[in-house]
Structures are given as C-alpha cells and as structure tokens.
C-alpha cells in the first residue's frame, strides 16, 4: 500500500520565481491538506483540499495557491518567492469519512530553498 | 503567544529511561490530540491519535490528555536509540481530518 508520496524531493529557486509542488494521496484517501514547516519549528497548515476545492485555509498570503484533480493528487503553487519561503513544505492526505479516529497521514516533503 | 506550547529540548535520556514529552495549549475548543515522530529530513509519522480526556497505551507509548488543564503528555518506556527523532504534539478543534495546530516539536536523543 503506497502512503503519500510528493515531487520533486529538492528544489532550489531565486527570489521572485515560481514553483510548483506535487502530491499523491494515499490509497482511499480523498482529502490532501498542505503545510509549511520551516527549520526548527512544527508544521504550519496552508490549505486543505477536497472534491477539487480549497475547503480551509491558513494564514497565507494569496502566492499560495493550490489545485486538486479528479484522481485526488495536488499540487501547491508558489508564486514570486521570497527567501522566506525557503521550508520543507508537507503534504497530508486523509479520508473524508465519517470515522472520529481518521487523521492525516504525511508525506516525505519537498525541501524548497530560495536563494 | 502561541497556541501549543512545546519545549525544543533537546532532551537527552540513556537507553531504557522512560520519557515524558509535554505539551501545553490554550484553545480550549481542542478535542483531538495526536503526537507525530519526525526523523531528521523525513515527513512527521503519526504515533498516537486521542479524543477528549485520558489515556491511551500503544505498546511502549502513553498518551495522556488533561483538558482541564490544556495539557498533553507522551510517555515512552524503555526508550532505544531508534526513539531519537524530534516529537510533534498535534491538535485540532472537530476532527484530525481538518487544519492541524502543531507544536514547535521536542529533540529527543536516546544514548546507548
């Protein structure tokens, strides 16, 4: 059973480019929640997505933008990046069920360094 | 101030010492509570997921949640070397399926 898997691994970009960042869900799962987590610190929840809509949001600014397709993976969407940016960012998925113990599962992440 | 509290550590025990990691929050509309072990460079992988107040035992691993008081443990007994990692305390207000609150994480270095 394939757990969450994310592209590419490493990223480096220069300020004020663009990224974009991939996800596969795991198996059965329908829901893929995004987070920023930068060195030393816990992850931050950018967004959650699910039957192809952005259905919550952190506190991001509007360079944050994200898409899901029918087959439930996502991507996230950087625009004119900041050395800020520069973070592990995470991918979650979890099923849209009705059970109280289902939770998200997390991928390896993409390490994006903005030089 | 933050949401959840954690200490950075790094916490430093020898190997079969049992570990006590805390968190401390100040939502008090959080209900579900999960602890996550992260390993240097990997994606945090889900230990322990409770509900409200009390305690759960996984194998070597306790989780307890006091609501009252806004404050979560995780106790690990007979800690290994492989338990070195940094610990996440999470939380959420409805379900572990919506927006997660995380802690800045624990260091934690098992000797042997």
């Known amino acids: 059973d394939a757990g969450v898997t994310q592209s590419p691994t490493h990223l480096i970009k220069t300020r004020g480019q663009q990224v974009t960042l991939r996800c596969s869900p795991k198996s059965g799962h329908d829901t893929v929640s995004w987070y920023q987590q930068a060195l030393g610190q816990g992850p931050q929840f950018i967004f959650q997505?699910?039957?192809?809509?952005?259905?919550q949001r952190g506190n991001f600014p509007d360079r944050f933008s994200g898409h899901q397709f029918p087959n439930y993976s996502s991507e996230l969407n950087v625009n004119a990046l900041l050395l800020g940016d520069s973070a592990l960012y995470l991918c979650?998925?979890?099923?849209?069920?009705?059970?109280?113990?289902?939770?998200?599962?997390f991928g390896p992440g993409t390490r994006l360094t903005v030089l | 101030q933050k949401e959840v509290e954690q200490d950075p550590g790094p916490l430093s025990v020898p190997e079969g010492a049992i570990v006590s990691l805390n968190c401390t929050y100040s939502n008090s509309a959080f209900q579900y509570f999960m602890w996550y072990r992260q390993y240097s460079r990997k994606g945090p992988e889900l230990l322990m997921y409770t509900y409200s107040s009390g305690n759960k035992e996984d194998g070597r691993f306790t989780a307890q949640v006091d609501k009252s008081s806004k404050y979560i443990s995780l106790f690990i007994r007979d800690s290994q070397p492989s338990d070195s990692a940094t610990y996440l305390c999470a939380m959420a207000p409805d379900t572990g399926r919506r927006a997660l609150t995380f802690g800045s994480g624990t260091r934690l270095q098992v000797q042997p």
């Open positions: 979650a998925s979890s099923p849209m069920g009705q059970g109280w113990t289902d939770t998200q599962y």
């Open positions: 997505y699910y039957e192809e809509e952005e259905r």
